[in-house]
């Protein structure tokens, strides 16, 4: 998952470059241009072979029904709204609020690039720290994401270039080691067996979530004058969302083998094979 982080990063000082040579129209087409190579990396890939392999689960709405009425699921969907009404906010206002305190355009942009290198950075040592079997993904997820929202918290205080680009690698460190986990974690909330379908409505609930949390930020902005309101308001929803983990029925599990990943958790166990997280 550190590629995203990594393109966020080239992208940063590119996009303005296209705006000023080419307008936005152009600019857009141009990163349309890059965004079509996914397709030749999507054709690329191949399935893996997994020795053994049960038949996989019913396709199609049977198994997207069942996955609406699955409880933990709707709760691990409805944290990920809450996660990204916050999320993105540091995202799409941290230049503004780099001018806010006085950056001129190069210190902005140094902050932003700071934060999408400790981006970076915090999926790969998360992923590292996860791959340790002693505890279950769940309790690294909500880890993280109660450090994101704390972060999140703390942003207002960053009063100063040096202060906002310590916050900001604060930030974007916990906020990247939220991402791998997030999908990760799916497997423990509905087996292995209905990962696509769950990952597919994950992400449709989620980018709700994502479309309301900038605009919102930035009416607060409006409203008060200052951006301290809309990172208070970001943060809440992190650690909103990182509270409904907890009640997630695998949090509480004394190890990540108990139980399984199959399906322990409210849908049949034999809907898939079980996945190790390293495969994951």
């Given amino acids: 998952m550190s590629g995203a982080s990594v393109s966020g990063l080239a992208l940063g000082p590119l996009v303005p470059l296209l705006l000023d040579t080419y307008g936005w129209r152009g600019a857009l087409l141009l990163l349309a241009a890059i965004s079509f190579n996914l397709m030749v990396a999507g054709a690329l890939l191949r399935p893996l072979d997994v020795p053994n392999e049960s038949p996989g ?24 709204v809450l996660v990204d009404a916050g999320y993105y906010v540091p995202y799409v206002h941290g230049p503004a609020r780099a001018h806010e305190v006085g950056c001129d355009e190069r210190r902005a942009g140094l902050v932003m690039a700071a934060t999408a290198v400790a981006d970076s950075s915090g999926r790969v040592v998360a992923g590292l720290l996860a791959a340790r079997p002693a505890a279950p993904l769940l309790r690294h997820l909500f880890g993280w994401s109660v450090l994101t929202g704390l972060a999140l918290l703390l942003l207002p205080l960053g009063t100063s270039f040096g202060g906002l680009l310590a916050l900001a690698l604060a930030y974007g460190f916990c906020a990247g080691a939220v991402v791998p986990l997030q999908f990760t974690s799916v497997a423990e909330v509905v087996g292995a067996g209905r990962l696509i379908h769950a990952i597919g409505l994950m992400q449709m609930f989620e980018s709700f979530g994502s479309l309301l949390g900038a605009p919102f930020a930035g009416w607060l902005r409006d409203l008060t004058g200052d951006f301290t309101a809309s990172f208070l308001a970001a943060g809440a929803f992190l650690l909103a969302g990182s509270l409904l983990i907890l009640t997630l029925p695998g949090f509480f599990r004394t190890s990540r083998g108990d139980g399984g990943k199959g399906g322990g958790h409210g849908l049949a166990p034999s809907e898939g094979p079980t996945v190790s997280p390293s495969t994951l």
């Fill in 57 to 80: 689960p019913p396709r199609g709405q049977t198994g997207l029904s069942r996955l609406l009425r699955h409880g933990p699921f709707l709760r691990y969907a409805l944290a990920f």
